[in-house]
T-cell receptor, first 117, second 116 residues
């Protein structure tokens, strides 16, 4: 069954703690993205990666880190430097072939809801 | 700067009536436009996209969208709404640029409420 799997579905973080959100895809997509969703603000891009071992900051990268060691995996770490991490986090992937990068839709995982306790 | 606007936070329609969810965009160059739907505590599902060609695009679940270049709009429509269409709808755009990163830029979302 192809798709994007995010885990866990719910995650609780204590103050000052780092947590890592998992994102795995078996769609053979090159590009992967992390978005943060807050009520009334739509989706904001945190980090994205067009290819293995390469990634770029999005619009709200402060307090977050990522790695892309494998094509299938793009984990997101929410560090203690992120002062307001409570949000719904969405991972996405898309084809990134030259000439097709812009006209292909992105596929999304089911999300991870992170709450600070 | 590239941006997408969804001017209505919420749209209310009666079941069986036509629905429209509005989207306008601001990009340089020719845009690639997308609509997604999100049900509570779930990820986004792709509905349809406009790349080029016919301005009326048909998508999943009976939805369609009309691209209007002069008004820079891409409104989502459905001739007859269902209660099960109630969800959060996002418009998104990708635009050609020197970086060509493929990033999607999203509107803030519109909640569609269909009442029986």
């Amino acid at each position: 069954d192809g798709g994007i799997t995010q885990s866990p579905k719910y995650l609780f973080r204590k103050e000052g703690q780092n947590v890592t959100l998992s994102c795995e895809q078996n769609l053979n997509h090159d590009a992967m993205y992390w978005y943060r969703q807050d009520p009334g603000q739509g989706l904001r891009l945190i980090y994205y990666s067009q290819i293995v071992n390469d990634f770029q900051k999005g619009d709200i990268a402060e307090g977050y880190s990522v790695s892309r060691e494998k094509k299938e995996s793009f984990p997101l770490t929410v560090t203690s430097a992120q002062k307001n991490p409570t949000a719904f986090y969405l991972c996405a992937s898309s084809i990134s072939l030259p000439g097709r990068r812009l006209n292909t839709e992105a596929f999304f995982g089911q999300g991870t809801r992170l709450t600070v306790v | 700067a590239q941006s997408v606007a969804q001017p209505e936070d919420q749209v209310n329609v009666a079941e069986g009536n036509p629905l429209t969810v509005k989207c306008t965009y601001s990009v340089s160059g020719n845009p690639y436009l997308f609509w997604y739907v999100q049900y509570p505590n779930r990820g986004l599902q792709f509905l349809l996209k406009y790349i080029t060609g016919d301005n009326l695009v048909k998508g999943s679940y009976g939805f369609e969208a009309e691209f209007n270049k002069s008004q820079t709009s891409f409104h989502l429509k459905k001739p007859s709404a269902l209660v099960s269409d109630s969800a959060l709808y996002f418009c998104a755009v990708r635009a050609p640029g020197s970086s060509n990163t493929g990033k999607l830029i999203f509107g803030q979302g519109t909640t569609l409420q269909v009442k029986p």
